[in-house]
């Protein structure tokens, strides 16, 4: 029987929900540093960073295809439909928990999560996919990791480089280079979280038999590169207050080595067809370049909570689209 033409409908308006709200969630991690600094003023830095979202999420679709495949196969599920309407609703919940909070929380984690337990719940433990969703979990706990040792040697490095310039000159220059790792932060972000709702959307046609093979169609991605760029235009002003002020005091060079750092581990997982999550590069970069700057001055206690958070998105997301699935279906 052939889902009806509404009950498609209701999953991309629930994908590009989804979407919008990670354009807004992880914004700050595009924009904070370079906020924070004073770089670039807030609505110009909103406005770059949805350009330059856009830009990164026509290019690419790897990410898609991985988040689209890796988890289930959505040919052999009957109930796909259902399954990623469960999957997106407890995704969203969980993104606007933290989001209201103001916790960096991954949007990735939240998704990928969430479909491993639909999926489970939905469908049986034999349809979900355990090695790929292995393969994804270990992107997202490794790059973490690799942002904030790559972070940690870029700033030591830069310290060294300009131990005797005067402050106030190696500010003035990074101030202006900050403008740039913005825009490729902006960039790499639409590369790889865009692609996030277009896999889950893929997912879905071809689930509903409305789509022969796991191909990300044009118009799921521009509807998908839009939905991110508007919601980046709205700004998540809470998470930019916690990235820009509360983990370290951050100065432009930090901000550029940070940024410098967080766009390269990113990029560099967009090629790999990897989705990473935005938040954990960021947050890990900047946490690496404030123990190079001064391990004292980074609030650990603060970066405790998020990396506590980081660690229960998973668990928790995939318990509540289990929950949801049970209810409505």
């Known amino acids: ?155 030591t490095i830069l310290k060294w480089i300009f131990a005797k310039k005067s402050p106030h000159t190696v500010n003035k220059g990074f101030r202006m280079m900050q403008i740039v790792t913005a825009a490729a932060q902006s960039f790499t972000h639409g590369t790889n979280d865009a692609q996030k709702a277009m896999g889950i959307i893929t997912f879905a046609l071809v689930s509903s038999g409305r789509l022969e093979h796991l191909e990300v169609p044009l118009w799921v991605k521009i509807a998908a590169a839009t939905s991110m760029a508007l919601g980046t235009s709205i700004g998540g002003w809470k998470i930019i207050k916690t990235m820009g002020t509360k983990i370290f005091k951050i100065e432009p060079i930090n901000g550029f080595a940070a940024d410098f750092t967080s766009a390269s581990v990113i990029f560099g997982a967009t090629l790999l067809h990897l989705p990473v999550s935005t938040t954990h590069a960021v947050t890990s970069a900047i946490l690496g370049v404030g123990s190079a700057k001064r391990f004292s001055e980074v609030k650990w206690s603060l970066a405790g909570r998020i990396v506590v958070t980081w660690f229960i998105t998973i668990p928790i997301s995939a318990v509540l689209a289990g929950i949801i699935y049970k209810i409505l279906f």
């Open 1 to 155: 029987m052939e889902t009806p033409i509404i009950v498609i409908g209701i999953v991309i308006f629930l994908a590009l929900a989804f979407d919008f709200i990670n354009g807004f969630h992880d914004t700050a991690n595009a924009i904070a540093t370079s906020v924070s600094t004073r770089a670039l003023k807030p609505r110009t830095a909103i406005i770059l960073a949805a350009i330059m979202n856009f830009v990164g999420a026509i290019m690419f679709t790897g990410v898609a295809k991985k988040i689209g495949g890796s988890v289930a196969d959505p040919a052999s599920l009957d109930n796909g439909i259902e399954v990623v309407i469960a999957t997106l609703l407890a995704a969203i919940i969980w993104n606007l928990a933290t989001w209201w909070l103001g916790i960096p929380s991954s949007s990735s984690h939240a998704l990928i999560g969430a479909l491993a337990g639909a999926v489970f719940v939905g469908a049986g433990s034999n349809h979900v996919k355990w090695s790929g969703f292995v393969e994804i979990v270990e992107g997202l706990l490794l790059s973490p990791l690799i942002a904030f040792v790559v972070g940690y040697i870029i700033m």
